[in-house]
């Protein structure tokens, strides 16, 4: 009997139905783009790094990204990397991790400015990974 049930637990933790430590999670990742083509840029670049000024002075390193549900609870939180680019383009990653597998819509936010969101599916789709850009 118990042999039995050890062979029903195996099959079960394989099919994905149960899991050993609770749902399956992910490790999301994303780019933050920013741009400006005015002159003066609102991005400073020093050496190969960037960062936000101006209008935009809270777009640097350290920044918080946070990752919530539909129903607005944070299920990760991280923040900006370091900027890389130049005067006019700079390119931010972020990494959120144990975001579970269990919501409709993801919905990630940096800083204050706005929201983006993914349907579960888009999640699959796109690898589980956000891509965001703002600027001119």
Known sequence: MLAAIVVVGIIALA???I????????????TFQLTDSSI?????????TCHGTGGYSDLVQGIPVILKDESGTVLSSGTLSDGVGTTY????????????????????SVSHRGQLSQSHAEMETSGWTFSLSMGN
């Not at 430590?21 to 994303?30: A, D, F, K, L, W």
């Not at 003066?40 to 190969?48: D, F, H, L, R, Y």
């Open 19 to 30: 899991t050993a430590n609770g749902p399956t999670t992910h490790t999301v990742t994303g």
């Open 40 to 48: 003066p840029s609102s991005i400073e670049a020093v050496g190969g």
């Open 15 to 17: 099919s994905g139905k």
């Open 89 to 108: 383009l700079c390119d931010f990653t972020f990494t959120l991790p144990d975001v579970p597998d269990t919501a409709k819509f993801y919905v990630v």
